[in-house]
């Protein structure tokens, strides 16, 4: 199994909801990471877990909470958000430590924050 | 980080060779030259890695010059498939290549 799975494919959301992205791999891979992405712009890193620590934030609006249940797990947990945090959440996985970094991705969730 | 400069868009015709043109002429001695592909609408794409020699798998072809500052992707046959947005990236080794920093890329479009 060569994939990273995403759900919901789209979500729509008032302001004050919350509600939860998920992503999953079965690659054994020990570091995922959470992008976002705007229409016709490059994808852009918000938070890197290495063996279920996390080992990068990108100074991420609070809104955001990302959590590492298990290793072929993650989650991202939306609370509040704004107009504009509406796009597409990318998530990735990849083997962890180690020259071989290449990252494989999801298909993304579509995000509209009403 | 070392920066990427990449030209906004090209066009190639199908069946042609497609050569997308990387410079990195800020890229350090531990820094690898990765390229990513994003289809409309889907997540980014793996393609090839390289650090200094050229390198070669089932979709494409890296060239990386002598002095590292620029690097070519090559798709030696190119179909409308592929179509999308190529990112070339510079990324250090072991955990320092966690932070992948995607640049504009070059919207690539095969034509019939």
């Known amino acids: 199994d060569t994939e990273v799975t995403q759900t919901p494919k789209h979500l729509v959301m008032g302001m004050t909801n919350k509600k939860s992205l998920k992503c999953e791999q079965h690659?054994?891979?020990?570091?995922m990471y959470w992008y976002k992405q705007k229409a016709k712009k490059p994808p852009e890193l918000m938070f890197v877990?290495?063996?279920?620590?996390?080992?990068i934030n990108e100074s991420v609006p609070s809104r955001f909470s990302p959590e590492c249940p298990n290793s072929s797990l993650l989650n991202l947990h939306l609370h509040a958000l704004q107009p504009e945090d509406s796009a597409l959440y990318l998530c990735a996985s990849s083997q962890g430590q180690g020259v071989y970094n290449e990252q494989f991705f999801g298909p993304g969730t579509r995000l509209t924050v009403l | 980080d070392a920066k990427t400069t990449q030209p906004t868009s090209m066009d190639c015709a199908e069946g042609r060779a497609a050569n997308l043109p990387c410079n990195h002429s800020t890229i350090s001695g531990n820094e690898y030259v990765y390229w990513y592909r994003q289809i409309h609408s889907q997540g980014p794409q793996y393609i090839i890695h390289?650090?200094?020699n050229n390198e070669t798998n089932e979709m494409a072809s890296l060239i990386i010059t002598e002095d590292r500052k620029s690097s070519t992707l090559i798709l030696p046959h190119a179909t409308l498939r592929d179509t999308a947005v190529y990112y070339c990236i510079v990324r250090p080794r072991g955990t320092g290549g966690f932070k992948t920093i995607f640049g504009a890329g070059t919207r690539l479009f095969v034509k019939a």
């Open positions: 877990y290495s063996y279920e620590k996390l080992s």
């Open positions: 390289g650090l200094k």
């Open positions: 690659m054994g891979h020990r570091a």
